[in-house]
């Protein structure tokens, strides 16, 4: 009797073991997993964004999948603060939210607004970072960013690595070069190709790791929000020989509105590019031919960077899970490759500001076909809770573009604001208001678009007036 009672137990809870695991698996599984591709300085210079120049096919193939958004533009034109709107949904409206430790200086004070991650985390996903998603690569901060006692994103993360080999650092695999070696501010070159397998630069182990962590979630039971952040084309742009082989006799497209603006409101002496890597002695703005080998670095280190998103997209398809997964590819912001005669962001002109956004979902409709509206970085965080059932926390800037990835031709408000320093830049379907402050005066600078020709005193005066209303208070 005993013996068929101890049967009888275990029978019940095989019974429940075996029914709470089916109704889990059917909880999670209408939810979809995220695949948050985050790249850093990344110009909308593709070739699904029609540039023919470029090398791009895994990217492009990844437009021809899923919806491409011509006109996505970013909350700020540098690293931390345009993560920090990504991260956030939120605008980084004050000056004090203006840096780069803007997250980490947040969380320290535990007032940094819930994050992406940590919405997904709190209902029930396993989320991942590998690389760079928030300022610091791996979201540790302290010296050499790796202090595990100082952590960037609080709650955001079940876990987040940063692969960093012979750097043995992220800061030093952040801005190194081939061979484990660390730059050294003034004096590592600012372009260096070599030959080698990917691995020879971090993004080749960032995107192992991210191919380990892909097969590991094929076993994963709950939902996952996985990030992976590349770190090229930012600078210093190096890339293994046979992605320089793609451009090294590639005739280049004219740089566009190469000249340095009159009104110079926000232009700068390009300090990064010029002040934190050697040039061999090659003179500012002298040398034609140097601008054009740059670029060319610039563009070996873009088609690098699209090898690597290429070994993760045919990892997430050979897990088996491609079609319960949203992908969405970001750039965090532009670059003025010589336009404006600026090497660099951190400026409010349309170069700096204009970055890649492609968002594929299984079963698309109209895939291939680009959205045209203004659209920006924080309206990411609504579409990413809207798409996958949960609620977005109250307060966010960000609109949910569920709408044009249903119809491309969707209209959005229309309008996208950028933030730096005192200054701020409104985009609208014709036109970029930027209101600049400098020592209490303010000035407009007013762009037309298709950029063709300069507006007359008298449409300024009339844009300066509608638009007036749309600058954004702290
Ligand atoms: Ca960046």
Redesign the pocket.
Known sequence: MAHFNMKLTILCILALITFSSTSFAKKTSNKPNILLICV??LRPELGCYGKDHMHTPHMDSLAQQGRLFSRHYVQAP??GI??FSLLTGTYPRTPSLLKNSVMHNLSKKNALPPTLPQVFKENGYTTIAVGKISHYPGGLVGKEWNNPKQVELLGAWTKSLMPCGEWKTPKKAMHGIAGGIARVRGKTPAIEIKEGPDTIYPDGLITNTAVEQLSELGEEKKPWFLAVGLIKP?LPFTAPKKYWDLYEDKKLPAIANPNKPTRNLTWHRSPEFFGSYSHSGKKRGKDTDYAAHVRRHYYASVSYADAQIGKILSALEQSGQQENTIIVLWG??GWNLGERSIWG?HNLYEEALHAPLIIRMPHMKHAGIPANAITETCDIFPTLCELSGLKAPKGLDGTSLTAQLKKPEAPTDGLAVSFWRNSQSLRTDQYRLTRYVKDGKTDYNLFLFPEDKAPDQQQVLEVTKTLSDKFVNP
């Open positions: 850093d300085d540098t690293c345009s993560r930012h965090d912001h962001k």
